[in-house]
Structures are given as structure tokens and as C-alpha cells.
């Protein structure tokens, strides 16, 4: 048995290298490009872009209805392809609808036409990609996921800096989308071809029936997370400059590169063991815990130098009239650290089919931040007392997330 153990921690650890490597490297990558794009795109370029990102990256991740995860929970291959077909189906439908929907309500801080074409698009392209990524999981054709997301760092980075030598002021957002589609072009290139069904609108309407908690509960939550983070930069858009919105994106940016490097690479690993643990019912109480706490001091001890010399950093890094943004990011480092922790352990809610308490925790965190911008923007109109809240805010959350995931994981609710 304790072989046997040995044996999964190994392989658990092999595979969340495999793809650190590939997102380690494109996220080095876009580490290496940024000090070139912060001089070739002003704030105010990188304002659009953050605010085009945050837009598609909320809507994108209810755009297969939440079926891209639901590809894991059968047991036969027959079973889970029909759920990918339905997902593929899914997100075409909704990034049509997306695309009628943003021309009909026509949002202010939507300010370029061009992207009434581009966002439904780039909704698509994501939403389809994180159907072949999870496809690729229940597979465990890990290295086909890293090499795709290298491929994505590469493809995205390379049109940016061209356009931007050039002058073409979406270079940003060019390279975005090219990014993505080389990412999905090449899962669908060397993923395991799989039988794909022409099934009726019956057929369809049957497995969204049998999956109905991720398209309904599940799409709530993720939407209701995703909006949590994403909400401030619309809101503020509405309220202070593009420049500011720029700075407050690249310190996102910088904040979210541990999630990219390692994050996501673990949180995927850990959502194929915790379901394999969980169909053989074995307890993962204690190790859960260890795992938890190592990964909240590997985060802090990387996010740390940020506290002391940020604007030095930022300075250096990218340039003078970046060095705000380093001055700012020391109101985030308490919530990314408890996020980052949570994000690397959240699926167990999905294998622990906690999927409503999952849904009021992102609720409660949304309305949070609704209350948090609202004072910050429009009561104060003070951008340093709206960082500090939603700052302070989301590291309150996270903290009590965390302490609701340990008592479900210990099975005391």
C-alpha cells in the first residue's frame, strides 16, 4: 500500500512538472517580452487591452457551460465524448449570442467597434480551448497541454511586439487571439482523435439534463468568481482613466504570474488525483492540509520582495512611468497569497460535488467587491482607498474559502 502511494505521489508530481515546464517557460516568455511592451504600448494601450481581456475572460468562462469539466466525471470514454460534443455545441451557441447581446446593450466602456467582433471571437476561442485542455486532462496528455501553452506565450508575445514596432495600437489584443487559436490548433493537432457525434437537439438537451449542475450551479459560481476579479476594471473604466486601468492590469499581471507558472499547473494535476482519490473514497484530509500549507509558504516567500522594493522593481523592470504599479501592489499581496492557496485546492469542491456552497462562497465574494467599488469609485472617488478595500476584501474571502474547503475536505459540513 505504501508503495502504492509512492507511486501516485510520484506520478502527481511528475505531471504537475510536465506542465509547470510548458506554462513555466511561455510565462517566462511573456516575462522576458514585458519589459518591451511597456515601452513599445502606453498605460492608456495597455488599459484597452486589460479591459478587453477582462471582459472576454468573464464571459469565456460560462461559454461551454461549465461541461469542459463535467468530461472528467464519467467513467467510459463513449459517455464523456458526448459531454464534449454537447460542450463544443454549447460554446458556439453562447459566443453567438454573446456577440447580439454586446451590440444590443452597446456598453460605454466599450469604446472601439472593432471589438463588437473580436470579443465574441476571443470568447469562443477560449471556451473552446478549455474544452480540448480538459479533454487532454481525462487523457493525461500532459505534455501536449505544455507544449500548447508554450506555443500560446509564443504566438501571443511575437504578433504583440511586432504590431507595436509598427505602430497598431491593438497589437496587444492581435496577439492575444493569435495566441489562442495556436493554442487550440495545436491540442486538436496531437490530442488523440476522438469519435465526435452529430447528435440531435434531444440528445444534447439529455446530457446537459444528466451534467445539469454545471451549466446552472456550477456556471453561476465560476461566473460569479471570475466577475469577483474582473469587476473592478470594468467598474473603474467607467470612473478613472485608461492609464490607471493599465497600471492596475500590469500589476495583475505581475500578481498572477506564480498562478500561471505553477498554479494552474498544480490545481490541474490535483483535479485528476482528488478525483481519482474520491472514487476509491479514500480520506485526503491530512495531506490536503500539508499540501496546503507548503504551497502558502512557497507563495509568500515569492511574492515577499514585492512588499519591500516594489516600485524599485516595477521601475527596472518596465520602465519609470510604471513605477506606480509598484507602489500599488502591496495592497494585493495578502489576497493573492490566500488565492493562489485556494485556487491550487478549489476542485476538490467540484470532486466533493460541493458545487452550491461553492456557488454561495463566489456570490457572497462578488457582492462583496459590488459594495467595495461602489464606496471606493463612487462615494469616494479615491483610487488608493478602492485598491486598499478590494485589496483587504478579497484576502477576507479567500481566508474564510480556505477554512470552508478544510471542513468539507474533513467531511464536518
Not at 508503495?3 to 505531471?15: A, P
Request: net charge positive; with cysteine; hydrophobic share 50%.
Amino acid at each position: 500500500m505504501l508503495r502504492i502511494k509512492r507511486l501516485q505521489n510520484s506520478s502527481l508530481f511528475k505531471s504537475a512538472i510536465i506542465l509547470s515546464i510548458g506554462s513555466g517557460i511561455g510565462q517566462l516568455i511573456s516575462v522576458l517580452a514585458s519589459p518591451f511592451l511597456t515601452r513599445i504600448y502606453s498605460p492608456e494601450e495597455f488599459g484597452m487591452f486589460t479591459l478587453f481581456v477582462s471582459i472576454a475572460s468573464t464571459a469565456s468562462v460560462v461559454g461551454a457551460g461549465r461541461l469542459e469539466l463535467a468530461q472528467l466525471i464519467p467513467k467510459r470514454s463513449l459517455a464523456a465524448n458526448k459531454v464534449r460534443t454537447t460542450a463544443i455545441v454549447f460554446s458556439i451557441i453562447f459566443s453567438f449570442l454573446f456577440g447580439i447581446v454586446l451590440v444590443m446593450i452597446r456598453p460605454e466602456v466599450i469604446e472601439n467597434s472593432l471589438f463588437y467582433i473580436l470579443l465574441p471571437l476571443t470568447v469562443l476561442l477560449i471556451s473552446l480551448g478549455s474544452i480540448q485542455n480538459y479533454y487532454a486532462t481525462r487523457k493525461n496528455k500532459f505534455k501536449s497541454i505544455s507544449l500548447g501553452n508554450l506555443i500560446k506565450s509564443i504566438s501571443n508575445n511575437s504578433i504583440a511586439i511586432t504590431l507595436g514596432l509598427l505602430q497598431y495600437s491593438l497589437g496587444l489584443v492581435a496577439g492575444y487571439i493569435v495566441g489562442n487559436i495556436a493554442f487550440n490548433t495545436l491540442l486538436r493537432f496531437y490530442l488523440p482523435k476522438s469519435r465526435m457525434f452529430v447528435q440531435t437537439i434531444k440528445e444534447h438537451l439529455k446530457t446537459l439534463s444528466s451534467y445539469k449542475d454545471f451549466p446552472t450551479t456550477n456556471s453561476i459560481s465560476a461566473f460569479s468568481n471570475m466577475a469577483t476579479n474582473q469587476l473592478p476594471i470594468i467598474i473603474m473604466a467607467m470612473v478613472f482613466d485608461n492609464a490607471l486601468i493599465g497600471l492596475y492590469g500590469l500589476l495583475m499581471k505581475v500578481l498572477n504570474m506564480p498562478l500561471i507558472f505553477f498554479g494552474r499547473s498544480i490545481s490541474q494535476v490535483l483535479f485528476s488525483r482528488f478525483s481519482s482519490e474520491e472514487r476509491k473514497g479514500a480520506s485526503m484530509t491530512k495531506w490536503v492540509q500539508k499540501l496546503g500549507v507548503y504551497l502558502f509558504i512557497g507563495i509568500t516567500i515569492i511574492l515577499l520582495p514585492l512588499v519591500f522594493w516594489g516600485e524599485d522593481i516595477f521601475s527596472i523592470a518596465f520602465g519609470e512611468e510604471w513605477a506606480e504599479a509598484g507602489r500599488l501592489v502591496v495592497y494585493f499581496i495578502p489576497f493573492y497569497v490566500l488565492r493562489f492557496v485556494y485556487f491550487c485546492l478549489s476542485t476538490l469542491m467540484i470532486v466533493k460535488r460541493r458545487l452550491k456552497t461553492d456557488l454561495i462562497q463566489n456570490i457572497s465574494a462578488l457582492a462583496l467587491q459590488c459594495i467595495i467599488l461602489y464606496f471606493g469609485c463612487f462615494i469616494f472617488e479615491d483610487s488608493d482607498l478602492t485598491f486598499g478595500l478590494i485589496g483587504a476584501g478579497g484576502a477576507l474571502s479567500y481566508l474564510v474559502f480556505l477554512f470552508q474547503l478544510n471542513a468539507i475536505n474533513s467531511k464536518q459540513v
